[in-house]
């Protein structure tokens, strides 16, 4: 159902997809959020490389803490998304932000007083993604009530918007958080701009948001009917394929960018926020642009056409030591990536039933946030064994291929996948 709506003295088309997914009040508390809430996310992500690197110097420990902070989403997801769709999305959300941001301060802490060590990073990351995986599922499935289905594309190209915006701000923040301060600032901002995050989720109205009866068989026969409604759907199957075949062998780069910065390039925790920066560039372009779009016409063959180009772009950065084309390439490479992610998280939602949407994106989750995990330790394993270049050119070749053999399997489908199914 949308929300109510303002027009604030400006026409919402003027904005395209934009203007008519702010057009819904409660949406406009979730982005403003989503956008503290992302900054506070990217720059973790640099602070939590940064501290590994300076504590192990290793490509596979590099490998080992990302595996460690988004494996535990691959298991969890599913399990995540069946007690949002039984208990509430909104209320799911709350709770599941709110532990999440005692954890990230707990490794703020220790990491500020200097009592962080490898294996207390291990168990906290692991604890940190156990949470994620409960709270993601459950926020993402709030979208749909929020602006209603013919703004989802919309409403997904905004939220990707403020996603790519704060992955060239928040590492440039936590460059200099990390400077001044040590790693441990940038992680502390991330529980600050978390807990604005559930504030916000409580501004949200939870009137008309679904929720199932609480007496309707086990949660694990909840989560098995979300994963019987998935491979009863041709469809959903190939997304999904999709997105698991760029998050293994493509999108890991951001996991071992730390030792491309200092090894390849010889440089430190400024010249990691450079190619941080010049991959959140590109992707923030390409995010606007599907965001102002927003629409699902056409969206598969976008789809389609920028995830080669991913594969193309991150192969090009993987072979050069000329810092200057390695940004460009970087830069296209993640503009490419976020298009296909748009694309098939905008057409899964489109697809999936409301039912059932929790359990389907928990299990997009699962794989959005659980297959790089797997590619992250794949990649930092080869890398202490081949090098950082060879191994993701290695990646990035065996992807092109993958992607180019599902490629006219996928076309057949479009008129499905883009239809509206009048849910």
């Avoid at 702010?22 to 989503?34: E, I, T, V």
């Avoid at 409403?155 to 958080?177: D, R």
């Avoid at 409580?202 to 679904?210: A, C, D, E, P, V």
């Amino acid at each position: 159902m949308a929300r109510r709506t303002h027009n604030f003295g400006f026409r919402s088309e003027m904005l395209g997809g934009l203007g008519r997914a702010l057009a819904s009040r409660d949406y406009r508390f979730y982005a403003a959020g989503h956008f503290a809430h992302v900054h506070g996310w990217w720059a973790n992500r640099l602070g939590v490389g940064w501290l590994t690197w300076q504590l192990t110097e290793s490509g596979a420990w590099l490998g080992i803490i990302a595996f460690a902070g988004m494996i535990p989403v691959m298991i969890v997801s599913p399990i995540g998304g069946a007690l949002a769709d039984r208990y509430g999305h909104r209320q799911s959300a709350i709770i599941a932000g709110a532990a999440g941001s005692v954890v990230t301060f707990t490794i703020a802490l220790l990491a500020l007083t200097g009592h962080i060590t490898i294996p207390l990073l291990l168990i906290l990351s692991i604890l940190q993604g156990t949470i994620f995986g409960l709270d993601f599922p459950a926020r993402q499935s709030l979208i749909p009530q929020l602006v209603g289905r013919a703004n989802i594309s919309a409403a997904i190209g905004v939220n990707s918007t403020s996603f790519q915006f704060g992955s060239f701000v928040g590492p440039i923040i936590a460059a200099f958080l990390s400077g001044v301060w040590g790693p441990g600032a940038p992680i502390l901002l991330f529980g600050i701009t978390t807990v604005w995050m559930v504030l916000m989720v409580m501004m949200i109205s939870g009137k008309s948001l679904s929720t199932r009866s609480r007496n309707e068989g086990s949660i694990l026969g909840d989560v098995k009917a979300g994963f019987r409604y998935l491979l009863a759907h041709p469809a959903l199957r190939l997304l999904f394929l999709l997105s698991f075949t760029i998050g293994v062998l493509i999108r890991p780069f951001v996991e071992i960018l730390p030792g491309f910065a200092a090894s390849v390039f010889g440089g430190d925790e400024e010249t990691l926020a450079l190619l941080f920066a010049s991959s959140g560039i590109g992707a923030f372009i390409s995010a606007i642009t599907l965001a102002y779009r927003g629409r699902t016409q056409g969206l598969t063959r976008i789809m389609l056409f920028s995830a080669v180009s991913a594969c193309i772009g991150i192969g090009l950065f993987s072979i050069t030591n000329f810092l200057p084309f390695a940004l460009v390439a970087l830069a296209l490479g993640s503009m490419m990536m976020l298009a296909a992610a748009v694309g098939w998280q905008s057409l899964i939602q489109n697809i999936v039933e409301p039912a059932v949407r929790g359990r389907i994106i928990s299990i997009n989750a699962a794989i959005g946030v659980g297959a790089p995990a797997l590619g992250a330790l794949l990649m930092g394993s080869l890398a202490d064994l081949i090098g950082f270049q060879a191994a993701l050119a290695t990646t990035a070749i065996i992807a092109l291929i993958l992607v180019a053999a599902v490629w006219s399997t996928i076309r057949r489908l479009t008129g499905e996948m883009e239809a509206d199914p009048g849910y």
